[in-house]
């Protein structure tokens, strides 16, 4: 091979490393972007789903407070159940959790 075929040769790998180093700094940079993109949707679904779940706790915490009040004062099971659009059987199975059956 001769010299200038040698130089040739030479500068051609070099570009192919360059290329090289190009594309895989490309892919990593891509996959970082898709990394960080994930984690926000996840985020954001995470958040979703935790407010949903408090909120339903909370109202949850609610009712049970209003059935707790409403037999304290004198209501009956079925008026408790009327008022708390709860089945008669769930209205005893909280009172029964707060011992008050």
């Known amino acids: 091979m001769t010299i ?3 130089k040739a ?3 051609h790998k070099r570009n ?3 290329s ?4 895989e700094t490309a892919y990593l940079e891509g996959l970082d ?3 960080e993109k994930g984690m926000e949707k996840g985020m954001e679904k995470g958040m979703e789903k935790g407010m949903e779940k408090g ?3 909370g109202m949850e915490k609610s009712y049970i407070e209003v059935i707790i009040n409403c037999f304290k004062n004198g209501f009956n099971i ?4 009327v008022i708390t659009s709860m089945t008669v059987e769930k209205v005893e199975e909280i ?4 011992g008050l059956l």
């Open 9 to 11: 040769y030479q500068k």
């Open 16 to 18: 192919l490393l360059v």
């Open 95 to 98: 009172l029964k959790k707060q």
């Open 20 to 23: 090289k180093s190009a594309l």
């Open 78 to 81: 079925s008026q408790i159940s």
């Open 55 to 57: 909120m339903e706790k």
């Open 33 to 35: 972007k898709g990394e």
């Open 4 to 6: 200038k075929g040698k």
